[in-house]
Structures are given as structure tokens and as C-alpha cells.
């Protein structure tokens, strides 16, 4: 129960620090060039602005008058941490609500401790975060297969990690720290190729042979 509490803190920590504001808004995009369920969503979001009072207008204009004031890579940093909590699943989305709720329980001493203990954390680490509780925790064992990937690899590898079952995280996360910098690439590369289905095994054979 203890750890428990300690990653809902730590997660609540970095959602707020990465997010900055549960009502920071992403920058507007050409409706047309949405996909289709981006697009249902923003008409959706107009529709409820079109219902709001003269105050809670104000309101909204100024929280967007404050997201232009941001400088770029700041505003580059939110829409980052906005995406990805849009890409979480559901469960893992309630999970970060969860979190966020204990952060916001606690006393302000606390708050600012996690955060300050967030903020010194390496930058890997706090975009591991971003890919929702579940991996964000086990983001500092498994952060030395993907801290050098290329572009190409992340939406694959990042999928491939969703997918993976609890024990298939845990043998990644034990090859990562075995293999030897030079020889991670390889790994990385070689376990994306495994078709989906069989990953799971081919980690547990490499782990216990």
C-alpha cells in the first residue's frame, strides 16, 4: 500500500508538472485537416462552449490568452503531455485521474516537494511518464533499450510495449539492464520483429533459457 501511494504521488507529480494545468489547451489546427475523430471531438467541444455563460467565457479566454503568453517550448512541452495522455487507453487514463485526485488531497509541502523531485529527474525519465502509470513505472528499467531510438521506431516500439504482458514488461526490463549499451539497438530491433503473439515467449526464453 505504501508504494502504492508513493507512485500515486509521484505520478500526480508529473502529471501536473508536465501537463501544467488541467485546462492548458492545445494549440487550434485547421478543422479539415483532423481525422475524422479529432474533428467529431472539436465540433463536440464547440457545441458545449456554444452552452457557456458570459463568465465562464471570460474564463476560457483567458486560460487561452495565458497558453499563447507561454513561450514556444513550453507550449511544445504541454501539447507533448496533452497527446499523450490522448493516446492512453481508458484504464490507464482513469489511473492518471486517480493520481492527479491524491496529488491534489495533499498538503502543499508535499506537493512542491514531488514536484521539485520530478523536475530533477533526467528528461528520459519524465517523458517515460507520459506514456501512461503503467510504463512511467517501469520507465527506469526499461529506459536504456529506448533512450537512443530512432524516430522511425517509437509509435512500433510504443505499441508493442502496450501490448506486452505484465511479464513480458518485466523480461524486457531485465534484458535491458543485462545487455550492454552497444548491443541494445540490436535488442530493440530484434524484438520489435518478433511478431506480436510471440514476444512474450521470446523474452522469457531469453531471460531463463
Not at 514531488?114 to 523536475?119: D, H, M, P, S, W
Not at 514488461?169 to 531485465?174: E, I, K, R
Amino acid at each position: 500500500m505504501r508504494s502504492c501511494k508513493r507512485a500515486l504521488r509521484l505520478l500526480g507529480a508529473s502529471l501536473l508538472v508536465l501537463t501544467g494545468s488541467a485546462w492548458a489547451l492545445p494549440p487550434a489546427l485547421p478543422l479539415e485537416r483532423l481525422p475524422d475523430l479529432d474533428r467529431a471531438r472539436l465540433t463536440e467541444r464547440a457545441a458545449r462552449l456554444a452552452t457557456m455563460s458570459a463568465a465562464e467565457r471570460e474564463a476560457l479566454a483567458a486560460r487561452q490568452a495565458a497558453w499563447a503568453a507561454l513561450p514556444a517550448a513550453e507550449r511544445a512541452r504541454r501539447r507533448l503531455a496533452f497527446e499523450a495522455a490522448s493516446d492512453l487507453p481508458e484504464a490507464e487514463r482513469a489511473r492518471l485521474q486517480q493520481a492527479a485526485a491524491y496529488f491534489d488531497s495533499l498538503p502543499e509541502d508535499e506537493r512542491q516537494a514531488l514536484r521539485l523531485r520530478f523536475e530533477q529527474l533526467d528528461l528520459g525519465m519524465r517523458r517515460g511518464w507520459l506514456l501512461g502509470p503503467t510504463l512511467g513505472a517501469m520507465w527506469p528499467q526499461l529506459h536504456p533499450l529506448f533512450a537512443a531510438m530512432p524516430d522511425a521506431q517509437r509509435a512500433p516500439a510504443i505499441a508493442a510495449l502496450r501490448a506486452a504482458s505484465s511479464q513480458g514488461l518485466a523480461d524486457l526490463a531485465l534484458l535491458a539492464q543485462r545487455t550492454p549499451p552497444q548491443d541494445r539497438d540490436a535488442l530493440r530491433r530484434q524484438w520489435l520483429a518478433v511478431p506480436a503473439p510471440e514476444r512474450d515467449a521470446w523474452l522469457r526464453a531469453r531471460v531463463a533459457p
